[in-house]
Structures are given as C-alpha cells and as structure tokens.
C-alpha cells in the first residue's frame, strides 16, 4: 500500500478576530504526535501563522494572552528574550535569536475564516 498526503483545512478563527498589527489568537497545532502551541496574526493586510516558540530558547513568546507584536505593532516580540521577529516571514531581526526565525505555518483566508492547512497521510490501496 502507498501513503498519499492530503491537505486538510482546521478552522482557527474569523477573519475579524485579527486586526492589522494587533492581538493574535492563540491555538493548538499536532507536531509529531505533541500538541504545540501555535498562533496566528494579520500584518499589512495578510495573515501569518507560526509556533508559539522563540528561536532562542523554546519558550511561548506572547507577554499577555495574544499580544505577539511589540508596542509599535510593526515586530513580533518575545517578552522573555525581547527578540525581534518579521511579522510577514518570521525572520529573526535582533536579539537572541542569532538570525533563527519562527517556524511558520501554512494558513489561508477564505470565506471570512482563517484556515490551517495541516498535511495529513492517507492510505492508497
């Protein structure tokens, strides 16, 4: 038997939840059999999604419930390490990070919902 990969979509939140440089939602993504914090914010007009991990030291980034970008709302901040990430590319811009980024997601905005595009395996006969 030959495995197929598929695409599924997982609801995260309405298209209206995410303001442009404000607070994100948080939710849940399946990472090899481990549920991993993940989250999800609108920058420029797009929406970004990424594991809710920093670079430097794998710990959760929001300083509130949500809140990702710093006070300019034009950077992603860690509260714990103050280092800087690319809302739009999850790239490292300063701090601790060293120059790793954010691992990113894949998302999509449909129908006034934002959407997880999760892989999934299913069994050919």
Request: aromatic fraction near 8%.
């Amino acid at each position: 038997m030959a495995a197929a990969t598929r695409l599924n979509q997982r609801l995260i939140c309405a298209g209206d939840d995410l303001v442009d440089g404000g607070r994100g939602v948080r939710f849940t993504v399946d990472c090899n059999g481990v549920s991993e914090a993940a989250f999800a914010v609108r920058f420029r007009g797009r929406v970004h999604a990424y594991l809710n991990r920093c670079a430097h030291v794998p710990v959760e980034m929001d300083w509130q419930q949500g809140e990702f970008f710093d006070h300019s709302g034009l950077y992603l901040i860690c509260a714990t390490h103050g280092a800087l990430y690319a809302p739009e590319s999850g790239h490292c811009l300063g701090g601790r990070c060293n120059g790793k980024g954010l691992a990113a997601l894949s998302v999509i905005e449909q129908d006034g919902q934002i959407l997880l595009i999760e892989e999934g395996k299913e069994s050919v006969g």
